[in-house]
């Protein structure tokens, strides 16, 4: 093989990841812009809710009054036909206890039908008084708003594909903006002017935040519309699903008729089988059900736990624990949590760097295209001599992966091919 040919094969590769980059960019960044912008919000959510909630989450330290009468004093300012969802006593002294209901139900034919009108309701009951410290709807807190505004841009599903298309050529871009940067790392340190250093400072940039910006892409597409279908499919088929509570779990009926356990019995249980830890508890549906025990916070997955009690004698019918979790829940456990920057103040500073990082590429990015566009450059990047670029079946084999793990990734090359396609027709 002569060296020129091998040459001419660098630089029409080359020429494809710049390509694959551009386009990426081209067609995804009004999405990023919207996700970075709305993530920047997300991240902020304890601080603000610190702020705007604190009257409802945080009491004066005091003694608890017994839980049966906290609990009751929160059914007392439920509205009216609600039903008990499940109760989180505070997890230190200082924290309010949360009753959470069921949207209201109503009759009819004998069956209770849900009411699409309202939502879940929380009542907050200091636990040193038992004094009801306010109802509040879920839809009123600042969490739920910026959870909404950045997955589903306040509840439009046509978002939900938009932000899963940004994070998919995201992945384009990170993948492509590494094969671009690596070989010239080295002289980035020569000084440049004009569109040299705008493209210095893009690569840069990418390259110092894409271990980051691979767990961010990642973690997002795991719960994203297709592809987190696509993902989860596999994990069931791979066997790494996670453990789950028999949904037909029932209490055997006891001999002596004994009575369901009262809060405070069931809190003393609870509190054996899973000290030191904030739980949520949901009481039986019924006499022969069960009670249902898990650990709302995910800032310590390796402390999470999954119980089911016997309604009258607490017994342990199902347990699941940090080692009972498979390979992929403990990653997706860690992940995801972290996409949502609940592992504290470190956690947050880091996705708000990525945040900034993204809108800075995205802006470095549109300076070069705009600068490229004034020296009489073309709007999109002349089609590539892909008949001369060096192709390698490990990388043919892992796109063909990805894409059938991806659905908007075979999308992407679907455009990416259409692109390349109508030039030539045309001429």
């Known amino acids: 093989m002569s060296t020129t040919f091998l040459a001419t094969g660098r630089a029409a590769s080359r020429a494809a990841l710049w390509r694959l980059h551009g386009l990426a960019a081209l067609l995804a960044s009004p999405f990023l812009i919207v996700a970075a912008l709305t993530g920047l919000v997300y991240v902020a959510v304890p601080q603000v809710e ?151 400072w893009h690569l840069v940039g990418g390259v110092a935040l894409a271990g980051l910006s691979l ?26 699903a996670p453990p789950r509570m028999p949904k037909d779990l029932r209490s055997e009926a006891l001999s002596s008729g004994e009575p369901m356990l009262s ?27 069960v009670w249902r025990i898990n650990t709302p916070d995910r800032h310590r997955p390796w402390a999470r736990v999954e119980l089911a009690l016997h309604a009258q004698d607490g017994r342990v019918l199902w347990r699941s624990t940090w080692a009972d979790q498979t390979w992929f829940s403990k990653a997706t456990a860690i992940g995801i949590p972290f996409h949502r920057g609940e592992f504290g103040l470190w956690n947050q500073a880091l996705l708000a760097v990525f945040g900034l990082g993204v809108l800075a590429s995205t802006f470095t990015g549109w300076v070069m295209w705009w600068r490229r566009r004034s020296a009489g450059g073309p709007v999109l990047l002349r089609p590539t001599a892909w008949a001369e670029v060096r192709w390698r079946w490990p990388v043919l084999t892992t796109v063909l992966a990805l894409c059938a793990l991806v659905p908007l990734l075979a999308a992407f090359v679907c455009v990416v091919l259409l692109l390349e396609v109508l030039p030539r027709s045309r001429a």
């Open 215 to 240: 767990v961010i892409v990642v973690t997002g597409l795991t719960w994203s519309q297709t592809a987190g279908a696509q993902i989860r499919a596999l994990r069931d088929a791979t066997g790494q």
């Open 263 to 289: 809060w405070d019995a069931l809190w003393a249980i609870a509190q054996r089988e899973a000290p030191a830890q904030r739980l949520q508890i949901a009481p039986p549906k019924q006499a022969a059900g």
């Open 50 to 200: 610190a702020w705007q909630h604190g009257h409802l989450d945080r009491v004066a330290p005091a003694p608890w009054r017994p839980l049966e009468r906290l609990v009751a004093a929160a059914e007392s300012a439920a509205p009216s036909g609600s039903v008990l969802q499940h109760v989180t006593p505070p997890s230190q002294l200082g924290d309010s206890l949360r009753v959470r209901f069921a949207p209201h139900h109503r009759p009819s034919g004998g069956e209770h039908v849900h009411d699409a009108a309202s939502g879940p309701v929380d009542v907050f009951v200091d636990p040193g008084t038992g004094a009801v410290l306010g109802v509040q709807p879920e839809s009123a807190r600042f969490s739920h708003w910026a959870r909404n505004l950045h997955s589903r841009l306040l509840q439009s599903e046509g978002w939900r594909w938009a932000i899963e298309w940004a994070a998919t050529c995201l992945l384009v871009m990170l993948v492509t903006g590494l094969g671009l940067a690596l070989p010239v790392l080295g002289g980035l340190i020569r000084p440049a002017q004009g569109r040299a250093r705008w493209r210095r």
